[in-house]
């Protein structure tokens, strides 16, 4: 069965929502399903991810999270016989959600911070450690909530550490520094420069840049002491 997936990623508003509803498709992939990413935002350079895991994806010509936005995706969904379709962003407001809904098909919304003036979704997912009910009392009789990190969205790639048991030292010596796909502030450079005023030669510093970051020249040349290790996703 199809699934229409519809989600936006670029330099400003990063790949999160994006990556997330990856980890929902790949499961989705394993139970034999066919996800369909579904785009209204300027192509991303994260759409060589999808394609690698040969998902499928189209681009709509409406302003993201439009009512013209809502209609050619359900519009789509009718066309290509998908009767779920799953959203995750913070520009799908209650009018999208109805223009969704009104369509006659299935939908889930993946949510953060209970924005929305009223959920119309038959699902919503909030995979976040202050999910809670109070955060959907404006929501329809038949919504479903899945909240909590019981249902966290992890792809393929992290869920073999599952059950592993982290030993933690006394002085870390190991840092770890990304800032999402975007990270349009540059908040990476501030903590690279940060790290550098520190005086302690065990250091070691894997930095971590997203494909759509701005700034990866910087970023690499603020990155060339021999305690750091520079990645570009």
């Keep these: 069965m199809n699934v229409i997936f519809r989600a936006d990623a670029n330099a400003q508003m990063g790949t999160g929502h994006l990556m997330r509803c990856l980890a929902l498709a790949q499961a989705w992939q394993d139970a034999s399903g066919h996800p369909i990413f579904v785009m209204a935002a300027e192509p991303s350079t994260i759409e060589s991810r999808l394609k690698s895991e040969e998902i499928e994806i189209i681009h709509l010509s409406a302003q993201p999270g439009s009512i013209g936005d ?40 993946i949510d ?60 870390g010596g190991n840092v770890l520094v990304t800032m999402g796909g975007g990270d349009p502030d540059n908040v990476t450079l501030k903590v690279i420069q940060a790290l550098n005023q520190m005086d302690s030669p065990e250091l ?8 759509s970051n701005r700034h990866v020249k910087e970023l690499q040349a603020a ?11």
Aim: glycine letters at 6%; aromatic letters at 14%.
């Design 70 to 109: 809502a209609i050619q995706t359900a519009h789509l969904a009718r066309e290509r016989e998908a009767t779920w379709v799953v959203v995750d962003g913070y520009h799908f407001d209650s009018a999208y959600q109805t223009g969704i809904k009104d369509a006659g098909l299935k939908f889930m919304a």
């Design 112 to 171: 953060d911070c209970g924005d929305a003036k009223h959920y119309f979704a038959d699902i919503v997912l909030n995979q976040n450690l202050h999910a809670d009910e109070a955060l959907y009392v404006n929501k329809e009789p038949y919504t479903r909530l899945l909240l909590g990190t019981r249902y966290v969205l992890l792809r393929k790639e992290f869920l073999k550490w599952r059950g592993w048991k982290r030993e933690i030292p006394e002085v």
């Design 204 to 211: 070691k510093v894997k930095v971590v840049v997203g494909p």
């Design 223 to 233: 990155s060339r002491k021999p305690q750091y290790t520079f990645f570009r996703m």
